[in-house]
């Protein structure tokens, strides 16, 4: 009986775990529907901005194009690795 009611508390805390991350979602959702209402451009920039400071840190190499080059830009590397200086070598 004990392990057939530890489960019935465990899938309605669960329940419960879901409803509130449903109606925070949706809270924020709102939130940021009534922003993008009031500024439609700045709330997409800000949408952007906010996915790339997500994005970015785990992504090991970085390529940025500009559009408006007709040419290729010049490459440089930014990877962490490159910036410290060789052991034993003098500063």
């Known amino acids: 009986m004990g392990e057939k009611d530890q489960r019935i508390r465990e899938a309605d805390g ?3 775990k879901r409803i509130n991350e449903a ?3 949706v809270a924020r959702f709102n939130a940021l529907l009534t922003e993008y209402n009031k500024a439609p451009e700045v709330t997409r920039r ?3 901005i906010e996915t790339m400071e997500q994005v ?3 992504i090991k190499s970085k390529v940025i194009i500009d559009v ?3 040419n290729l830009l010049p490459l440089l590397n930014l990877d962490s690795n490159t910036s410290k200086p060789a052991q034993g ?3």
């Open 14 to 16: 669960y329940r419960l």
């Open 23 to 25: 109606e925070g979602d």
């Open 46 to 48: 800000r949408i952007y």
């Open 56 to 58: 970015l840190p785990d």
């Open 68 to 70: 408006s080059t007709n």
């Open 89 to 91: 070598a003098k500063r």
